[in-house]
């Protein structure tokens, strides 16, 4: 059993700061990666950024400049720091790993979910 957790998000006005954080916990064998997607009302859930074991990183396009990911190994953490935030940043944002469970078993797990609300 794999449990993401998901704390932070909330209302923030345009042009503001907010952190998520996630912790995987449970039966981990290896975490190969993890990010954050988000989904807007009406839309698909998109990715926003990703972060890998070696700490190599990829971003949407939308939010490069703006938003920063980390990730702290020993513990299973995974931060996504949004600076210069947009009301287009609205959305529900997911946690995910991508991890090993044994040698040879993957799979994706999400977290909860969190709203975060940019408006003034």
């Known amino acids: 059993q794999v449990q993401l957790v998901q704390s932070g998000g909330g209302l923030v006005q345009p042009g503001d700061s907010l952190q998520l954080s996630c912790t995987a916990s449970?039966?981990?064998?290896?975490?190969?990666?993890m990010g954050w997607y988000r989904q807007a009302p009406g839309k698909e859930r998109e990715l926003v950024a990703t972060?890998?074991?070696?700490?190599?990183?990829n971003y949407a396009d939308s939010v490069k400049g703006r938003f920063t990911i980390s990730r702290d190994n020993a513990n299973n953490m995974v931060f996504l720091q949004m600076s210069s935030m947009e009301p287009e940043d609205t959305a529900v944002y997911y946690c995910?790993?991508?991890?090993?469970?044994?040698?040879?078993?993957?799979?994706?797990?999400w977290g909860q979910g969190t709203q975060v609300t940019v408006s003034s």
């Open positions: 449970g039966n981990i064998f290896h975490i190969v990666a």
């Open positions: 972060i890998n074991a070696g700490q190599g990183t």
């Open positions: 995910n790993a991508r991890l090993y469970t044994t040698y040879q078993s993957w799979s994706d797990y």
